[in-house]
C-alpha cells in the first residue's frame, strides 16, 4: 500500500497572503496634527490671557468704585454736619468757618477746611468737644482728608490724613440768597448749600450738591455760576 503525501506548502502559502499590513500614521498625517495642535494650543492661550485681563479690568473698576463710595460716604458726613464756627490759628488770629480756594491745605489745586459737629465723645470722657476740624485737599493726584482732633489750628498738632480716591481736579460751587458762585468771602457764615465738580482719570466728571443748612433748594435754580 502506498503512504499517502500530505504538502503543505500551499497552506503555508494561504496562510501568508491572509495577513495585515502593521497599522501607522505617515510623516504627512504627524505633521498635519502638529499644526492643528499648536493652533488650538495658541487660540487657547488667547481665551485664557483675554479672560485673566477682562478679570483684572473688572477688578480695578470695582475698587475703584468703592474707594469713590467711601470718599462720598466722608464728603457727606462732613459736608451735611458743618457749622459756622471761625477757627482760632494764632495768639490773636483767626481763620473763616469755611476756607475754599486754590492751595489751601497746601493743595494741588482747590482744597477746602472747615468745623463739623456731630463727633461723638461718650460722658465727655475725652478730652475734646463734639466739634472737630475737617478739610480736603489733592495731592499727588489723589484726595485727601486731613482730620484734626481740635476745632482750633494748632500747629503743633498733626492731623490725622487718610487718601480717599484718584482725583484730578475739584471745583466748588456755593449756593446762597438765591444764586449760585463760584466764590464764598463771609469769614463767619456758611452757605446754604456746596456744590463738587469732581474730574476723576477713570470715571470722568462727576458733580454732587450738598444741603448744608435751611430747607431743599428751590426748583430750577440748580444753574451753574
Do not use: C, K, W, Y
Given at each position: 500500500m502506498r503512504a499517502?503525501?500530505?504538502?503543505?506548502?500551499?497552506?503555508?502559502?494561504?496562510?501568508?497572503?491572509?495577513?495585515?499590513?502593521?497599522?501607522?500614521?505617515?510623516?504627512?498625517?504627524?505633521?498635519?496634527?502638529?499644526?492643528?495642535?499648536?493652533?488650538?494650543?495658541?487660540?487657547?492661550?488667547?481665551?485664557?490671557?483675554?479672560?485673566?485681563?477682562?478679570?483684572?479690568?473688572?477688578?480695578?473698576?470695582?475698587?475703584?468704585l468703592q474707594a469713590l463710595q467711601q470718599m462720598m460716604q466722608h464728603l457727606t458726613h462732613d459736608l451735611t454736619q458743618m457749622i459756622p464756627k471761625t477757627v482760632r490759628s494764632g495768639p490773636a488770629g483767626r481763620e473763616a468757618a469755611l476756607l475754599v480756594g486754590n492751595g489751601v491745605l497746601?493743595?494741588?489745586?482747590?482744597?477746602?477746611?472747615?468745623?463739623?459737629?456731630?463727633?461723638?465723645n461718650p460722658h465727655m470722657m475725652q478730652a475734646r468737644s463734639h466739634f472737630t476740624q475737617v478739610g480736603y485737599r489733592i495731592a499727588e493726584g489723589k484726595l485727601e482728608r486731613w482730620l484734626w482732633p481740635q476745632t482750633?489750628?494748632?500747629?503743633?498738632?498733626?492731623?490725622?490724613?487718610?487718601?480717599?480716591?484718584?482725583?484730578?481736579?475739584l471745583r466748588v460751587q456755593f449756593y446762597d440768597n438765591g444764586r449760585w458762585s463760584g466764590q464764598w468771602s463771609s469769614p463767619q457764615a456758611i452757605p446754604q448749600a456746596i456744590r463738587i465738580t469732581f474730574d476723576f482719570p477713570q470715571l470722568g466728571t462727576i458733580e454732587r450738591v450738598w444741603l448744608l443748612r435751611g430747607a431743599l433748594l428751590p426748583s430750577g435754580r440748580g444753574g451753574r455760576a
Open positions: 499517502t503525501r500530505v504538502t503543505v506548502s500551499s497552506h503555508r502559502r494561504m496562510g501568508m497572503s491572509t495577513r495585515t499590513p502593521a497599522a501607522g500614521f505617515t510623516l504627512l498625517e504627524m505633521l498635519v496634527a502638529i499644526a492643528v495642535f499648536a493652533m488650538l494650543s495658541v487660540m487657547s492661550q488667547q481665551v485664557v490671557s483675554g479672560v485673566m485681563q477682562a478679570d483684572s479690568i473688572s477688578e480695578q473698576q470695582h475698587s475703584e497746601g493743595s494741588q489745586g482747590v482744597g477746602l477746611r472747615f468745623t463739623r459737629g456731630g463727633v461723638v482750633d489750628l494748632d500747629s503743633r498738632v498733626t492731623p490725622q490724613v487718610q487718601v480717599l480716591a484718584p482725583v484730578n481736579a
